[in-house]
């Protein structure tokens, strides 16, 4: 699984004394700087822009700039995030037609590119072309817009769905995320973290951040072993264990909680997801639904190896 990251979002900083606080970060374990760029059309806010980060850059030369684009021309900022420094430009997929072209241009700078979900946009918008050309997928797990959002739970199935269908992709989750929360991430396959109130604002940030990391390294270590990392097989059968009480709790849960993009049941895991996915395949091969023929319908067949 890929390596876990945990990126403070400097939207919770004093943004006063900026460069300040981001080798503050640093100096306490953070791998990344999550910079939330906003543009007041895509989002009502307005934070920060291209001659910021480039400030930054210059009194941080060591600093992973995790751009966060939420704007409605991503291609326009480009080339000025990436002279600013950038090393990873995220852009939303509900501000774009042509997502691959996006992708092309932030490549073609040298940055690497990500692209983000909001709470409303389901996991199967990202279809597997445009996770097979970006580096990483953000479901963000509030709306964008404001840091000190809570947490959407809800949403963890958008994450175990999109690690199920991409083993080695970053997939990060943004809003809410603190010690409180992160399991649910974690169990779900996310691996870059980040979070900005729960770590800014901490006694201790270098505790939460060492925190956070041992969460996500932990619930790797489960998945590995218990032989839960999954290999998109386009050949395979799907193969799922027998039922057992914790998938019959999320089962329970699902048909109380399905809300806003999430697709399969509140709960999921990786595992729990390749569950449902056999769940649906039985139900529609004993004719009691047809659901499962829109999976069939696209060629996928997933399997636990
Ligand atoms: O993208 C964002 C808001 O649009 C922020 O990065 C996010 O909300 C992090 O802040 P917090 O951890 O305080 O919720």
Not at 40 to 51: D, E, L, R, S, Y
Not at 109 to 136: H, W
């Amino acid at each position: 699984m890929p390596k876990v990251i945990i990126a403070p979002s400097v939207l919770a900083s004093d943004l006063g004394n900026l460069n300040y606080e981001c080798r503050r970060m640093i100096d306490d374990g953070a791998d990344w700087l999550h910079m939330d760029i906003m543009d007041g059309h895509f989002v009502p806010n307005i934070v920060m822009g291209a001659p910021i980060l480039q400030s930054v850059k210059k009194a941080v030369p060591d600093i992973f700039m995790d751009c966060h684009m939420m704007v409605t021309e991503p291609e326009r900022w480009v080339k000025d995030i990436a002279e600013a420094g950038g090393a990873s430009y995220t852009f939303h997929l509900e501000a774009t037609d042509d997502p691959l072209d996006v992708v092309r241009l932030i490549k073609a700078t040298g940055m690497k590119a990500s692209v983000a979900i909001n709470p409303g946009t389901p996991a199967s918008e990202i279809s597997d072309e445009l996770a097979e050309a970006v580096d990483m997928i953000l479901v963000m797990t509030v709306w964008p817009g404001a840091g000190g959002q809570s947490f959407m739970k809800e949403l963890m199935p958008k994450v175990a769905e999109l690690r199920a269908r991409f083993p080695h992709v970053n997939i990060e989750v943004d809003g809410g995320v603190a010690p409180k929360t992160i399991k649910y991430c974690a169990d779900a396959g996310a691996n870059v973290i980040v979070a900005g109130t729960a770590v800014f604002r901490a006694e201790s940030p270098r505790d939460v951040i060492a925190y956070l990391r041992a969460e996500c390294t932990a619930a790797q270590e489960r998945i590995l072993q218990e032989r839960q990392t999954l290999i998109y097989d386009p050949n395979a059968d799907v193969v799922g264990d027998d039922e057992d009480q914790e998938a019959e709790e999320r089962r329970k849960e699902a048909s109380a909680g399905r809300r806003s993009g999430a697709t399969t049941p509140v709960g999921s895991t990786p595992r729990s997801y390749l569950r449902h996915l056999d769940r649906r395949r039985s139900s529609a091969a004993s004719g009691k639904s047809g659901k499962f023929g829109q999976l069939t319908d696209l060629g996928m067949t997933l399997k636990l190896v």
